[in-house]
């Protein structure tokens, strides 16, 4: 039988309906129609569905639907600046062609926002093991690194950084 999950969603508050042993991942594309959110392994080896919770970023395909009631989730769908205005790490991410056929750039841009929300200048090496758990099958990461490496410059200077 269903029960009622309510759960704030990009600033939304929502009321929705899940079988307890539905995941989060599942609840936020099948119920909320947040389809940005990719499920690619569903048992926490690839992190193409990472979101935040609480401000903390979880794999949501092993956090039950249940378990956020009450809680605050941020999607990829709410991470940008505004209506009409990408996130610095989204464009950061197009620009160094961090992004190829884009099935991991979800997960990843949300791990790199929680990263740099926590630590706004981190070092190579600590960027690479804040994504060490988002799988890429096509970049080779580097393109990923520098792009998230250029977001952190940006975000402190203010300036734009071009590849
Ligand atoms: Fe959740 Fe792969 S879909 S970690
Ligand atoms: Fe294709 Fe990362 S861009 S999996």
């Known amino acids: ?22 995941s989060l991942l599942d609840m936020l594309r099948n119920e909320a129609g947040l389809t940005g959110t990719k499920k690619g392994c569903d048992v926490g080896d690839c992190g193409a569905c990472t979101v935040l919770l609480n401000g903390r970023p979880v794999n949501s395909c092993l ?12 999607t990829i769908e ?17 620009k160094f062609g961090g992004s190829q056929c884009g099935f991991c750039s979800p997960g990843i841009i949300v791990m790199a926002k929680a990263l740099l929300d926590e630590n ?22 580097t393109k990923i690194i520098e792009a998230v490496a250029a977001t952190a410059k940006q975000l402190s200077s203010g300036k734009e950084i071009t590849p």
Do not use: W
């Open 120 to 141: 706004p200048n981190p070092t190579e090496d600590e960027i690479r093991f804040a994504l060490a758990g988002n799988i890429c099958r096509c970049t080779g990461y």
């Open 1 to 22: 039988m269903k029960q009622v999950v309510a759960v704030t969603i990009n600033g939304e508050a929502h009321e929705l309906a899940v079988e307890p042993y539905r």
């Open 63 to 74: 956090v039950l639907a249940l378990e956020v009631n009450g809680g605050d989730v941020v």
């Open 78 to 94: 709410g991470i940008q600046s505004g209506p009409d205005r990408l996130h610095p790490l989204q464009e950061n991410m197009m």
